[in-house]
């Protein structure tokens, strides 16, 4: 029943930014907590990021801190990865999914989602 459908990718220089949206439909938003992976042909699902239902908890993968940036707007059902300095190894599909109920849930380990969008394409290339 529920839906998260991705949005916001493209080709981008290294360097440059690109701002992730993942929409979500069919529950509220507040009842989930959120992550972002990543998946490049011939590698398994990567996590990014996650956050916690109400945004108390955040955690990033070692090699994007401090230049992403997880974020949700409950009110209007989106979650949104803000991507800054990007490198061509940041190219992959990216994902989003959702874990419902957990009060303090937020993990990076893809096995722990329930729910999980179709994914956008990052490419970064000179």
């Known amino acids: 029943q529920l839906q998260l459908v991705e949005s916001g990718g493209g080709l981008v220089q290294p360097g440059g930014s690109l701002r992730l949206s993942c929409a979500v439909s069919?529950?509220?938003?507040?009842?989930?907590?959120i992550g972002w992976f990543r998946q490049d042909p011939g590698k398994e699902r990567e996590g990014v990021s996650c956050?916690?239902?109400?945004?108390?908890?955040?955690n990033y993968v070692d090699s994007v801190k401090g230049r992403f940036t997880i974020s949700r707007d409950n009110a209007k059902n989106t979650v949104f990865l803000q991507m800054n300095s990007l490198k061509p190894e940041d190219t992959a599909v990216y994902y989003c999914?959702?874990?419902?109920?957990?009060?303090?849930?937020?993990?990076?380990?893809?096995?722990?989602?329930?729910?999980w969008g179709q994914g956008t394409q990052v490419t970064v290339s000179s």
């Open positions: 999914a959702a874990h419902r109920i957990s009060y303090l849930f937020c993990s990076i380990t893809r096995r722990e989602y329930d729910y």
């Open positions: 069919g529950d509220s938003l507040d009842n989930y907590a």
């Open positions: 956050i916690s239902r109400r945004g108390a908890v955040i």
